[in-house]
């Protein structure tokens, strides 16, 4: 490189193919192709790292040996085997730790182990991992609004809006959107007013909102019947309805 050489080593790499990019501040930046043909591990320890997985199928556990996230075949190239255990007698779908969770709905949480097994016998197990179960189509982020004849209110309310419903928009516990129709088969359990006398909110008749004049902000409190989650929505409410 610009008449100089350089000199590397490298450990842990599995075979295969590389790029280096050797960059020096006197010398310039260049890359390079490098194979690495051969590897000779000996693992001191394994992990169970999966803490969170979906309720449904096509999940895979996963794990990582002395730090290093390798895959089944890879170890089996070098005479591993690799064994997992689940609690409760549940059961991989492959020995590459795919694991078909959609049928867990009775279940929040399980935990695993995994174990890896040279050609002589000798095998090393991880510490016992509990992994939460989440259905991805459970809101846990909750977002409330008003909606009266197609028109949304999430910045204030007013008296022409009375009869107004609460509707909802959510994500997972992934920050991924829940789709709206989830909501239809979720029930209001009760929603509180912080100043009733301003407004408040009727299970069956929607806001309702009171001729009070301006007011301070107003905070809704909801529940609902099938999930634990709350939602909350903080809004001015004005007791009147302006000219224009």
Not at 42 to 49: G, W
């Amino acid at each position: 490189m610009n008449g100089h050489r350089f000199e590397a080593s490298f450990s842990r790499l599995v075979p295969g193919d590389y790029i280096l990019l050797l960059d020096s501040r006197n010398y310039g930046r260049e890359e390079f192709e490098i194979t690495i043909e051969e590897f000779d591990p000996t693992f001191s320890r394994v992990d169970a790292t999966t803490d969170t997985i979906r309720k449904e199928a096509g999940q895979t556990l996963q794990f990582d040996v002395d730090g290093l996230e390798l895959s089944v075949d890879e170890l089996a190239a070098e005479g591993y085997e690799l064994i997992f255990n689940l609690t409760d007698g549940y059961e991989l779908t492959d020995s590459s730790g795919g694991f078909d969770a959609s049928e867990l709905a009775h279940r929040e949480t399980f935990s695993y182990t995994v174990a890896i097994r040279d050609e002589e016998g000798t095998e090393i197990t991880s510490d016992s991992q509990e992994v939460l179960v989440i259905d991805p189509n459970v809101p846990v982020h909750i977002s409330p609004l008003f909606e009266l004849d197609g028109n949304f209110m999430s910045r204030f309310v007013r008296l022409d809006h009375t009869g107004a419903q609460l509707v909802f928009r959510g994500q997972n516990y992934f920050y991924e959107s829940v789709p709206t129709e989830v909501f239809e088969s979720i029930t209001i359990k009760e929603v509180t007013s912080s100043h009733p006398e301003s407004a408040e909110y009727d299970l069956e008749d929607g806001l309702i909102v009171h001729e009070t004049g301006d007011t301070e902000h107003v905070t809704f409190d909801i529940s609902f019947e099938e999930i634990e989650e709350t939602a909350s929505i903080t809004l001015p409410v004005y007791g009147y309805t302006p000219d224009n």
